[in-house]
């Protein structure tokens, strides 16, 4: 009996000493505690959105839209060559802004169809001349949607002839009141359908946006993270570059580029778009040095590992291997047609690629979000 006892204060004690020493006591089967459950408050998450980021961003664009008006007004009645690299310059400016909203289809510029109205490639050059010749066309209607926004502005003051002078000539000519008022008609219409966009946000969708903070496939972080990942993957990476490249159709199709008429700006368009996605993923403020909470920011708050690596940093660092690779490029217009082959694009569209899976698999599942859109090109 003593003996018994005596095991008994000894394993007591020995358990007393594993309690006291700073370790935690091994759990039964030797399966590790639960985790702590991650808090995140997706409502301050969509406020650095929609306050810093995605209202900034398109009221910096409607500036540049207002300064590309400014610029077509002075073009108007003096279609000088001077005249006409200003209004390419403020055409240039207002495109790299667009990139920086493109991404933000939801809402008030899903309503309205922003995307399609503003930037929808490669435009019909055959249906814009058509709209000139009859006068009497309606930009308004889905039909008119491939000559209208950017692109048809891209043919209008870069494609109508080989030279600057062949194109300003063509704004001298007897019909030049009808390609004015073509151009006129295209900025009203890309014009009129931002500042509504924007006004919306401002009148009442920011609130509702904010509000809706749930975790469902219906509310605001969920969508939005789905629409984010659906404009990188199929506008960004395939419209831009996987599309021209040929890598869904096995052969090149420069005349797909965003920007075709103007072979330098491409890539620059690219690039901007790209700088808008990471940006967003790190919750960066709009024309600021400064950030709040982002993508980023949940997925450290989860401490998201992938291979025992940090995930954001994985994302970061695949963003930035996509740009050096891009930036090393020459015009896509002269990768594509000055290389049988374009190797380099092709590698460049590689690490574009990569990001991909990060986003749509790693990412997404590490905040339990669905991806509410079917893949249909294979990759």
């Known amino acids: 009996m003593n003996r018994i006892v005596l095991l008994t204060l000894f394993s007591m004690a020995i358990l007393a000493c594993s309690s006291d020493n700073g370790e935690e006591t091994p759990p039964v089967d030797g399966k590790p505690d639960d985790p702590k459950e991650v808090t995140f408050e997706r409502s301050t998450l969509l406020v650095n959105w929609a306050d ?34 200003a209004l390419r310059n403020a055409w240039l400016a207002a495109y790299k802004s667009w990139q920086w909203v493109s991404m933000f289809e939801i809402g008030p510029a899903e309503n309205v169809g922003l995307r399609l109205n503003i930037n929808t490639y490669p435009t019909n050059i055959d249906r814009i001349e058509q709209n000139i010749v009859s006068t009497g066309y309606d930009l308004s209607l889905p ?60 009148d009442g969708y920011r609130d509702s946006f904010i509000a809706n903070d749930g975790s469902s496939a219906t509310a605001s972080v969920d969508r939005f993270v789905n629409d984010y990942i659906f404009y990188y993957e199929k506008f960004l990476r395939a419209g831009k570059m996987g599309i021209p490249l040929g890598v869904f159709s096995g052969s090149a199709l420069p005349d797909k580029l965003e920007a075709y008429y103007k072979g330098d700006a491409s890539n620059v368009l690219f690039l901007e778009g790209l700088s808008a996605v990471q940006d967003f993923f790190n919750g960066k403020h709009f024309g600021k040095s400064s950030s709040g909470e982002s993508l980023a920011s949940y997925l450290d708050a989860l401490n998201e590992l992938k291979n025992g690596e940090d995930l954001t940093d994985l994302i970061n660092g695949q963003f930035d291997k996509a740009r050096e690779m891009v930036s090393a490029l020459d015009p896509f217009l002269e990768e594509l047609e000055n290389n049988a082959v374009p190797t380099q694009m092709s590698l460049a569209y590689d690490e574009v690629q990569r990001a991909v899976p990060l986003l749509k698999v790693d990412m997404v599942s590490a905040m339990s979000i669905s991806i509410d859109f079917v893949d249909a090109d294979g990759d």
């Open 52 to 85: 810093n980021i995605i209202i900034p961003s398109y009221e910096a664009f409607v500036t540049d839209l207002d300064g590309l008006n400014s610029a077509f007004e002075t073009f108007r009645p003096d279609a000088s060559t001077e005249n006409l690299l």
């Open 143 to 202: 039909s008119n949607r491939e000559a209208k926004g950017f692109p048809a502005l891209d043919y209008l003051i870069n494609g109508l002839g080989e030279s600057d002078e062949a194109i300003v000539s063509k704004y001298n000519e007897v019909d030049r009141d009808a390609l004015i008022s073509y151009i006129e008609a295209v900025l009203n219409d890309m014009t009129t359908l931002s500042k509504e966009v924007l006004a919306s946000w401002k």
